[in-house]
């Protein structure tokens, strides 16, 4: 069955850096895009950044592009998310999701930024 969990999470100060990992399982990780979710308390969880399959390409919410950037390792089957310049607005729990014909999530990663 399809498995991602997400590890990375934490407390960074304002203009801090935090990488997240995503390691999937029980499908053929490299054929698949993947995606970054964040879901801040009280709303509705959004997309932050998404990745093709071979890594060629990406994409990003307005608000993280130039911060963020996501990645994958095909031969770990773990995509990335490296982030810089953390604002207070960042703060949400993070899901990785793959969609093959239904989307599937990690159980998630908090990420705070606050001094």
């Known amino acids: 069955q399809v498995q991602l969990v997400e590890s990375g999470g934490g407390l960074a100060q304002p203009g801090g850096s935090l990488r997240l990992s995503c390691a999937a399982s029980?499908?053929?990780?490299?054929?698949?895009?993947m995606r970054w979710y964040r879901q801040a308390s009280g709303k509705e969880r959004d997309l932050v950044a998404s990745?093709?399959?071979?890594?060629?390409?990406?994409n990003y919410v307005d608000s993280v592009k130039g911060r963020f950037t996501i990645s994958r390792d095909n031969t770990k089957n773990t995509v990335y998310l490296q982030m810089n310049n953390l604002k207070p607005e960042d703060t949400a729990v993070y899901y990785c999701?793959?969609?093959?014909?239904?989307?599937?999530w990690g159980q998630g990663t908090q990420v705070t930024v606050s001094s």
């Open positions: 990745i093709s399959s071979a890594g060629d390409s990406a």
């Open positions: 999701n793959v969609y093959r014909g239904s989307m599937y």
């Open positions: 029980g499908f053929i990780f490299s054929i698949y895009a």
